[in-house]
């Protein structure tokens, strides 16, 4: 049974930073890309990065470039994803996902096999 379980998340004001943990159970962890996913109220899941099998490709949301990075450290089964620079429009529930495709550029819900229950994350202005 797969489980993804995120921690990290909280309430932090702009300017501010976070790093989501997520740790993986149950699947070989190093034979699939991971990515995150966000969901902010009221609208849809959309997003936000993505991470090759073994870390040499990574492709990100537009607006998120240059501040949040993703990594994964396949001894301790876990995908992180550290957020600086943070703005109140980052405001939503995070969730880890692991997915079924690479594509070149961004993934999709379509494309995720799994996902976590999700980690909220708040940023004040």
């Known amino acids: 049974q797969v489980q993804l379980v995120e921690s990290g998340g909280g309430l932090v004001q702009a300017g501010g930073s976070l790093r989501l943990s997520c740790a993986a159970s149950?699947?070989?962890?190093?034979?699939?890309?991971m990515g995150w996913f966000r969901q902010a109220p009221g609208k849809e899941r959309e997003f936000v990065a993505r991470?090759?099998?073994?870390?040499?490709?990574?492709y990100y949301k537009e607006s998120v470039k240059g501040r949040f990075t993703i990594s994964r450290d396949s001894a301790k089964n876990s995908v992180y994803l550290q957020m600086n620079s943070l703005k109140p429009e980052d405001t939503a529930v995070y969730f880890c996902?692991?997915?079924?495709?690479?594509?070149?550029?961004?993934?999709?819900?379509?494309?995720?096999?799994?996902w976590g229950r999700g980690t909220q994350v708040t940023v004040s202005s």
């Open positions: 991470l090759s099998r073994n870390g040499d490709s990574t």
């Open positions: 996902v692991v997915l079924e495709v690479l594509r070149v550029e961004e993934s999709y819900a379509r494309d995720v096999n799994y």
């Open positions: 149950g699947l070989m962890f190093s034979s699939y890309p």
